[in-house]
């Protein structure tokens, strides 16, 4: 047993971002500048998009995405029930409703037959999660949400870099929301990006982004008049500073070396678990790039002595940390009290979550901590064997 505690996540940052962070601290510019638009270039051809929108979070990607379609009080716009807050609750902000749907036990995303069914005269759009880097059944989704004229907003705060059948998650839908958390594949501390397709909304977007003003700081080149600034709506505050663009940009550079690495991880766990049928890996979609932000393994209950809170304490117990992902939103109070959601309501996603561990999966993890993780989940499938 390994005697050092393997953490669920370390994000992978070094020399080059320390650097990087260093000298814009030292050129006097801290907040959103030079850095940022370089970031928003490159990122927007890292996954081939026209546009990319650099924010201080992923919700605000989300957020800003439902404000350029112009949500609004009672609409309705559908979200998997297995997914993070923050994918249902920028609907909120509107006074619109989130319709949540169940998930499909394989591959974890949006069931597509279930979406259509919660389609009403109120639907404006759908989310699209791609769950832990595996990319939705965007050919079954989109002709659906285009025969009801919804529109198609993919949260991809685990989808980079995906791609579903050669196109690049970030150039499919209307508007794709990605994030920056100190958790994710690309870290820039916190911070977002937005990126589309679309000409016409852009602009908005980025006025959105800072208070409604008309230009963004920086550009406000015009010699004599540096002070002057219009408000053209109420906005919000979701600006990226320029040190967390810094970290962005020494992320990015490394993005396709970290998801090999990843990648590498992933194919030794599952050749591992291949040994044991107590320990179900992820299904994986032939036709896609998965980026492996989550490894989620499902246990096969039947064949344990233990349920999946005391195979999480007994990894913990041999120094593995590891997490679950998600708790269904419906189970959770607000959402009950809110909207009426109950137990029973998608049982797919409370399959799913009563049998479900994520195990570690960063770029820095040796062949020696993949070893260690394999170990432990084997040694504890074989001591609780029912
Ligand atoms: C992390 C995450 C978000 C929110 O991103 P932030 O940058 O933390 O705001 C949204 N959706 C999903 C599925 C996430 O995992």
């Known amino acids: 047993m390994r005697d050092e505690f393997l953490p669920f996540h370390r994000p992978s940052v070094g020399a080059a971002e320390i650097e990087a962070v260093s000298e814009v601290l030292r050129s006097g510019w801290l907040t959103t500048g030079p850095r940022v638009k370089q970031f928003e ?21 989300l957020h800003l995405s439902l404000a350029a379609i112009g949500l609004s009080e009672g609409d309705e716009v559908i979200v998997p029930s297995n997914t993070f807050t923050a994918s249902a609750e ?28 919660a389609i ?41 870099p995906s791609a579903y059948r050669g196109r690049t998650i970030g150039t499919i839908g209307d508007f794709t929301a990605f994030s920056f958390y100190a958790t994710k594949t690309l870290t820039t ?7 589309t397709n679309d000409d016409q ?60 690495r990843r990648r590498q991880i992933a194919a030794a766990y599952t050749r591992a678990f291949a040994s044991t049928e107590a320990i179900g890996p992820p299904a994986v979609r032939d036709d896609v790039k998965h980026s492996w932000h989550l490894y989620v393994i499902l246990l096969d209950l039947d064949r344990l002595a233990i349920d999946r809170d005391q195979f999480v304490s007994e990894l913990r117990q041999r120094n593995i940390g590891t997490s679950v992902h998600f708790i269904p939103l419906h189970l959770h109070p607000h959402y009950q009290h809110a909207y009426g959601y109950a137990k029973g309501d998608f049982p797919a996603a409370e399959w799913v979550y009563d049998r479900s561990i994520s195990l570690p999966i960063f770029p820095s993890m040796t062949d020696d901590d993949v070893r260690d993780v394999t170990d432990a989940l084997l040694d504890i499938a074989r001591q609780h064997r029912r």
């Open 41 to 61: 270039e490159q990122f927007a051809e890292y996954v081939g998009a026209r546009h990319a929108i650099a924010l201080n979070s992923g919700t605000a990607a």
């Open 90 to 117: 920028v609907v909120t902000y509107f006074g619109a409703r989130p319709v949540l749907v169940d998930v499909d036990r394989e591959t974890l995303n949006l069931d597509v037959a279930a979406m259509e069914a």
């Open 120 to 160: 009403t005269a109120a639907t404006r759009a759908v989310i699209a999660v791609h769950f832990g880097g595996q990319p939705c059944e965007m050919d079954a989704l989109l002709p659906v949400a285009r025969s009801h004229g919804l529109a198609v907003i993919e949260d991809a705060a685990h989808a980079l």
């Open 189 to 195: 501390a916190e911070g977002g990006m937005i990126t």
């Open 201 to 260: 909304h852009v602009e908005r977007i980025r006025r959105l982004s800072l208070h409604g003003i008309s230009e963004g700081g920086w550009e406000r080149g015009d010699a004599g008049r540096s002070w002057f600034y219009e408000v053209m709506e109420p906005g919000f505050k979701y600006n990226m500073p320029d040190i967390a663009a810094a970290i962005g940009i020494e992320q990015l550079r490394q993005s396709d070396e970290f998801r090999e």
